[in-house]
């Protein structure tokens, strides 16, 4: 026998003695002699029977039942383990062992079992579940602003960005740089982190739009608008934004359900032109009615949006319901269609909110509350999903007896996030749930924290979460720079003449004489 096959044989022998220590070693940190349970352990957050993404951060909880450490095996359907063991309550998965299991898993299932010693020194196993992993990743970050409950100390506020993939968070812009003025509206251009748009409004006011690396600072308010520009979105092919202008009030309750309400004494939607510094509307999108909230469709053809008709001053705020509509945009040559009512809120009872579309042009997901459109503050808001294709639609089971609301669409439109007040009723969570081929929405399952006990100390609301495809890498002192370099006035189209223009303003003034170009 040669020098070679004696090597071999020697590290084959080596390999399996190796194996054979890494298998028993494996089995002593399992209980051998646990108390099998028939039930399914108390854990947060519930991350049982959840459908996750291959690139998901690690899914650490915490065990609330009466256990002092734990012994956590996760198992997937080619026997790859993770072994996790804790002297506490709180299980933290290594960042590195879980992304080489989840790309072992992708495409299947993986079980999870749990072992807990109790007071007493017993071990109990509890009855394992198991999770499902799919290949569509989700999209690696979210951008989001955190502001507090309480409505006197909102004046600490920020956007922050967290990457999906680990537990890694960081501000985009802290309002501490801006005289503690109001900073929202953070809004992307097809989820490109370096498109972005974001309103400051407090002086310094205005509204900061960052392109590639460029950052400009503009004053949206016209003579020919109610308002600067509010609720935006960008069309895709990010030379053009529509916005809504509103006349915003905010109610206090005193006693009931409803703490807080917005609602709008006028609003109009225009549309913002990148290249002409130079704002626009049509008939239809500038009435008497309630119009707000535009969302572009995916392919650049059509203007979503929400419509209230006959409020008045004197109207009930219960009374005022939104429908929901579109309206054809050619861009070729800025000419509109007409408006089409898509779902009317006489036939659902209930107030349509905050459209958004899937980008791949197969759903639209939106709000219904029973009355309004600021659904933040609605415990009655739940999220419905609309298949564009038959304009059919039905409430996701998704939904709480708390607030739902905010969502947004991956890049991939697999998945979509929302927020939810279920927890405690207080504060608003991200939570991601995945759509199948056929449109099924899966269990949702909260963002995931590095400690398991990190929902229990934040006192600060995740508002407005959007998915973004990597991180901002605008620097803050770039933004701030901006803002404090004075603003661009914004113009009119002196081409429109629209007799309704702005029309729910006509109450207050006579825009139509003002418009001498």
Same mark, same amino acid.
């Given at each position: 026998m040669n020098r070679k096959a004696i090597y071999i044989i020697i590290l084959s022998a080596l390999v399996l003695v190796v194996a054979g220590i890494s298998r028993k070693l494996i089995?002593?940190?399992?209980?051998?002699?646990?108390?099998?349970?028939? &039930?399914?352990?108390?854990?947060?957050p519930d991350y049982k029977e959840i459908v996750i993404p291959v690139n998901m951060a690690p899914l650490n909880f915490r065990i609330n039942d009466n256990a002092k450490s734990a012994v956590v095996v996760f198992t997937n359907n080619e026997d790859d383990k993770i072994i996790v063991r804790s002297k506490s309550k709180k299980i933290r998965i290594p960042l590195r062992k879980w992304r080489s299991f989840l790309k072992k898993t992708a495409h299947g299932d993986y079980r999870v079992e749990i072992y807990a010693r109790n007071e007493?020194?017993?071990?109990?196993?509890?009855?394992?579940?198991?999770?499902?992993?799919?290949? #569509?990743?989700i999209d690696s970050y979210i951008a989001f602003r955190h502001i507090n409950a309480g409505y006197i100390l909102w004046e600490k506020m920020g956007i922050y960005q967290r990457n999906l993939e680990s537990f890694r968070?960081?501000?985009?812009?802290l309002n501490d740089r801006t005289d503690r003025n109001c900073m929202h509206c953070h809004t992307f251009c097809n989820g490109?982190?370096?498109?972005?748009?974001? !309103?400051?409004?407090?002086?310094?006011?205005?509204?900061?739009?960052?392109?590639?690396? &460029?950052?400009?600072?503009?004053?949206?308010?016209?003579?020919?608008?109610?308002?600067?520009? *509010? /609720?935006p979105s960008w069309h895709p092919d990010g030379d053009l934004i529509a916005f809504s202008v509103n006349i915003i009030h905010q109610k206090f309750q005193a006693a009931g359900k409803f703490i807080n309400s917005v609602n709008d004494a006028a609003s109009d939607i225009v549309v913002y032109n990148v290249e002409k510094n130079m704002l626009t509307t049509t008939a239809d999108l500038s009435t008497k009615s309630?119009?707000?909230?535009?969302?572009?469709?995916?392919?650049?053809? /059509?203007?979503?949006?929400?419509s209230c008709t006959g409020a008045e001053k004197t109207t009930p705020d219960t009374s005022i319901k939104y429908d929901l509509l579109r309206i054809a945009y050619n861009k070729s040559d800025g000419t509109w269609g007409q408006a089409d009512t898509l779902l009317s809120s006489g +036939?659902?009872?209930k107030s349509i909110s905050f459209p958004e579309l899937s980008p791949d042009g197969r759903y639209l997901i939106f709000c219904m509350s029973d009355y309004g459109y600021f659904t933040?503050?609605?415990?009655?808001? #739940?999220?419905?999903?609309?298949?564009?294709?038959?304009?059919?639609? +039905?409430?996701?089971? *998704?939904?709480? &007896?708390?607030? +739902?609301?905010? !969502?947004?669409?991956?890049?991939n439109s697999k998945w979509f996030l929302f927020v939810s007040k279920r927890l405690d009723g207080l504060y608003s969570r991200v939570f991601f749930s995945y759509i199948d081929s056929t449109g099924k929405a899966s269990k949702p399952f909260l963002l995931p924290q590095k400690d398991p006990g990190y929902y229990d100390a934040h006192v600060l609301n995740f508002n407005r979460p959007v998915f973004i495809k990597d991180k901002v890498s605008i620097p803050a002192d770039k933004l701030t720079k901006a803002a404090y370099a004075g603003t661009k006035n914004v113009t009119f189209d002196p081409d429109v003449d629209v007799d309704a223009l702005s029309g729910a303003t006509r109450i207050e003034r006579d825009v139509s004489k003002e418009?001498?170009?």
């Open positions: 089995r002593n940190h399992i209980p051998s002699h646990a108390v099998q349970q028939n &039930e399914y352990p108390d854990i947060f007493g020194r017993q071990w109990v196993r509890f009855k394992s579940w198991t999770n499902h992993v799919v290949a #569509d990743k968070q960081t501000p985009v812009l490109d982190p370096q498109k972005m748009l974001l !309103h400051l409004r407090r002086p310094p006011s205005g509204t900061l739009i960052a392109d590639k690396g &460029e950052v400009r600072f503009f004053n949206t308010a016209t003579k020919y608008t109610m308002s600067a520009c *509010v /609720y309630l119009e707000t909230l535009p969302v572009w469709s995916h392919d650049g053809r /059509y203007l979503y949006y929400i +036939e659902t009872g933040i503050y609605s415990p009655t808001s #739940d999220l419905y999903i609309m298949r564009l294709d038959s304009m059919q639609y +039905e409430k996701l089971p *998704v939904n709480s &007896e708390y607030v +739902e609301s905010f !969502h947004s669409w991956s890049s418009h001498t170009n």
